[in-house]
């Protein structure tokens, strides 16, 4: 049976998981600093048999840490969020505290670490011992598309899918077709400093979403 086919081992989400001493230990300095934040693993946003996932990186500080909600509270989510709406993955309307009535349409946005790390840099012991969600998240049916911002989430992606890391390689824009029929794209993580170094440009995710609403319509 295909991993995305598959029940998944173990659940999709776990608000009061510790397995990573550092980045518990992180989120309780930051809790201590800011009692007001939401300071747990963030949990995946989105139905649960929505055609397209998003997989991005970890949370943000000030972001998802602070809001609960991936994508939302940091300059990332303006550019996701709008692209969504444009091609039909959400409506509402967006605000960074996350107290809006936006709503994603046949899509679903997890992390490859759910916890915010020091520096947003996961280590890669951390990734592999959250990787587990992830995984689960995928034996849901229903996707069709994964699309993963950056290197991290691409592997992320693969090792959840039971595949190795050496099987497809990152390329933005790329499309890959994986096993049980499910596409893998990619595409540069949205932050501020890849659309500040235009590395990405509103125009190149665009195209990574053109290609998303294909195939999944297909």
């Known amino acids: 049976m295909s991993p995305i ?3 998944g081992a173990s659940a999709v989400y776990d608000a009061g998981c510790r397995d990573c001493p550092r980045l518990a230990h992180f989120l309780d300095q930051v809790k201590s600093a800011n009692p007001d934040y939401f300071c747990k693993p963030v949990p995946p946003f989105g139905s649960a048999s929505a055609a397209l996932v998003i997989v991005g ?29 444009k091609f039909g993955f959400a409506r509402g309307t967006f605000s960074p505290n996350g107290d809006d009535d936006l709503e994603l349409l046949d899509c679903r946005i997890s992390n490859a670490v759910k916890c915010l790390p020091p520096d947003n840099k996961p280590e890669p012991a951390e990734a592999k011992r959250c990787n587990h969600y992830l995984a689960a998240d995928l034996a849901q049916r229903g996707a069709k ?30 499309a890959h077709s994986l096993p049980a029929g499910l596409h893998l794209l990619d595409s540069y993580h949205c932050s501020r400093y890849n659309t500040n170094t235009r590395r990405l440009t509103a125009e190149m995710f665009e195209t990574v979403f053109a290609r998303a609403r294909e195939l999944v319509d297909a």
């Open 145 to 174: 598309v994964v699309l993963a911002l950056g290197t991290v989430a691409h592997g992320a992606t693969l090792m959840a899918l039971g595949m190795k890391k050496s099987a497809v390689g990152f390329v933005h824009g790329a």
């Open 57 to 85: 990186l970890a949370p943000g500080m000030h972001g998802a840490n602070r809001t609960g909600r991936p994508f939302t509270g940091d300059f990332a989510g303006y550019l996701l969020y709008d692209t969504l709406k």
């Open 5 to 7: 086919s598959s029940p």
